[in-house]
C-alpha cells in the first residue's frame, strides 16, 4: 500500500512546456521530500518542505507544501530534456517510505 | 566524499544460488536503508538501521532476505536461496540522524540483480 499517491505515473512533454506534478497523502506529515532520479543511477534529494504552504524554488523548479501538510505539489517551468526522470516524493520519517513516482520525458 | 558505494553493480545468477549484495555508507553517517526498486512496485523499504542496529524490517519479503551490519559502515543484504521474483535494482542509502531530525538519504547506484 503506497501511503504517498503521486501523480501522473507518466508523463510526456515537449521542450518548453510547463508541468505539474502531485503528491497526496491522508496522513499529515512533519516534512516532505522530493528527489530526482536518472537511468542507472540513485535518487537525488532536489528539495525539502516542512512548513504548511511553504513554496521553494529551485531555479525553474517549484515546490509547493500543501497548508495541511497533506500534499505536496512540483512545478517545471520551460521543461528541458536535461529534466527527464523519474520524480519522487518521500515522508521525512524515521522509515523513509517513498511514492511510486512520476516518470517524466521531456522531448527535444 | 566518495558517496554511498554499492557492489556489484550487476549480478546475474541462478534460481537457488545466494546472492550478496554490498553496501559502504559515507562516512559519518549512522542510518542505513535498504530498499528494492521494480517497475510495479516502485521504491520498497526493505529494512533499515540506525547505529547498526535493524530497526524495522517489516518489508523484508520473506526469511531468504537476511540483512546485516557488521561495523559502523557497512552492510551486506543477502539472499539465500534467490528466485527470479526476486530480480530488481536494489539500492542502499545513507543517512545522519541526529535526535528527531534526519538529514536527506544518500543513495548508491544500485544493484542490478537478474536471477534467471
Known amino acids: 500500500t503506497q501511503l504517498l499517491e503521486q501523480s501522473p505515473q507518466f508523463l510526456s512533454i515537449q521542450e518548453g512546456e510547463n508541468l505539474t506534478v502531485y503528491c497526496n497523502s491522508s496522513?499529515?506529515?512533519?516534512?516532505l521530500q522530493w528527489y530526482r532520479q536518472e537511468p542507472g543511477e540513485g535518487p537525488v534529494l532536489l528539495v525539502t518542505?516542512?512548513?504548511?504552504?511553504e513554496v521553494k524554488k529551485l531555479k525553474r523548479l517549484t515546490f509547493q507544501f500543501g497548508d495541511a501538510r497533506k500534499d505536496s505539489s512540483l512545478h517545471i517551468t520551460a521543461a528541458q530534456p536535461g529534466d527527464t526522470g523519474l520524480y519522487l516524493c518521500?515522508?521525512?520519517?524515521?522509515?523513509?517510505?517513498f511514492g511510486a513516482g512520476t516518470r517524466l520525458t521531456v522531448k527535444p | 566524499d566518495a558517496g554511498v558505494i554499492q557492489s556489484p553493480r550487476h549480478e546475474v545468477t541462478e534460481m537457488g544460488q545466494e546472492v550478496t549484495l554490498r553496501c559502504k555508507l559515507i562516512?559519518?553517517?549512522?542510518?542505513l536503508f535498504w530498499y528494492r526498486q521494480t517497475m510495479m512496485r516502485g521504491l520498497e523499504l526493505l529494512i533499515y538501521?540506525?547505529?547498526?542496529?535493524?530497526?524495522?524490517d517489516s518489508g523484508m519479503p520473506e526469511d531468504r532476505f537476511s540483512a546485516k551490519m557488521p561495523n559502523a559502515s557497512f552492510s551486506t543484504l543477502k539472499i539465500q536461496p534467490s528466485e527470479p521474483r526476486d530480480s530488481a535494482v536494489y539500492f542502499c542509502?545513507?543517512?545522519?540522524?541526529?535526535?528527531?531530525?534526519?538529514?536527506?538519504?544518500?543513495f548508491g547506484n544500485g544493484t542490478r540483480l537478474t536471477v534467471t
Open positions: 542509502a545513507s543517512s545522519l540522524r541526529l535526535q528527531d531530525n534526519r538529514g536527506p538519504l544518500h
Open positions: 496522513s499529515v506529515f512533519s516534512s
Open positions: 518542505v516542512v512548513t504548511g504552504g
Open positions: 518521500a515522508r521525512q520519517t524515521n522509515d523513509m517510505r
Open positions: 562516512s559519518g553517517h549512522n542510518s
Open positions: 538501521f540506525n547505529n547498526n542496529v535493524p530497526i524495522d
